[in-house]
């Protein structure tokens, strides 16, 4: 029962164009959502995140949008760069303990490859 | 500012065999973690310690267990590995269960044969 999905395997986009990563999920009780960068060999690192509270946060060329209804968050990356060229995971949890659902662990998606051609 | 270091980094089991897997974090978090990534499946994790001297099972337990030793250390162990066991293993930490700010170690690599 994959709670949080990331549909599109992989996804490639030209230099200075616009990336778009979907990720969807279905426990409502989901109130905090992440998105992780993973390089070949290494760990994945956060990248930004979002609260319910919010429909939107940026920072720099990355902006997460969240929609609460359709329980659908994306990542863009505006403008694209090949050093952007990685795995990205989003990822999701309940910042309150409130029936104790997934409070304190992070659901992750199956991850979006990115390639970025220059 | 080493953050969350693992060992070994690569290790080829036989079917079996036991080994456990390091983690060490030095920034003095309470909270640890132990995923596995899979292809196709993401990061799916093992067991969790919320503080040190508590554990609890994650997503995919069966076939694990996990040493909180005190607060830096939080090992993994396969009694008996299969080659379902086959997989990159991350152990990540945070400040507390309700802080968001994982930190990963670079993983280890395992083959069951």
């Known amino acids: 029962d994959q709670q949080v999905k990331q549909n599109s395997p992989s996804l490639s986009v030209q230099e200075g164009r616009i990336s778009i990563l979907n990720c969807d999920y279905t426990?409502?009780?989901?109130?905090?959502f992440l998105w992780y960068k993973k390089y070949p060999a290494e760990g994945p690192t956060f990248l930004i995140s979002?609260?319910?509270?919010?429909d939107k946060n940026e920072d720099g060329r990355f902006t997460v949008f969240l929609n609460k209804s359709a329980k659908h968050l994306s990542l863009h990356i505006v403008p694209s760069q090949p050093g952007d060229s990685a795995v990205y995971f989003c990822?999701?949890?309940?910042?309150?303990?409130?029936?104790?659902?997934?409070?304190?662990?992070?659901?992750f998606g199956q991850g979006t490859i990115l390639t970025v051609h220059p | 500012n080493a953050g969350v270091t693992q060992t070994p980094k690569f290790q080829v089991l036989k079917t079996g065999q036991s080994m456990t897997l390091q983690c060490a974090q030095d920034?003095?978090?309470?909270?640890m973690y132990w995923y596995r990534q899979d292809p196709g499946m993401g990061l799916r994790l093992i067991y969790y310690?919320?503080?040190?001297?508590?554990?609890d099972k994650g997503e995919v337990p069966n076939g694990y267990n996990v040493s909180r030793l005190n607060k830096r250390e939080f090992s993994l162990r396969l009694e008996s590995a299969a080659p379902s066991q086959t997989s990159v293993y991350f152990c990540?930490?945070?400040?507390?269960?309700?802080?968001?700010?994982?930190?990963f170690g670079s993983g280890t690599r395992l083959t069951v044969v």
């Open positions: 426990n409502s009780m989901f109130d905090y």
């Open positions: 310690s919320a503080s040190e001297g508590t554990t």
């Open positions: 979002i609260s319910s509270i919010k």
């Open positions: 990540a930490s945070s400040p507390s269960p309700g802080v968001w700010g994982y930190t």
């Open positions: 920034m003095n978090h309470n909270s």
């Open positions: 990822a999701a949890s309940a910042i309150s303990n409130a029936g104790g659902t997934s409070y304190g662990k992070l659901t």
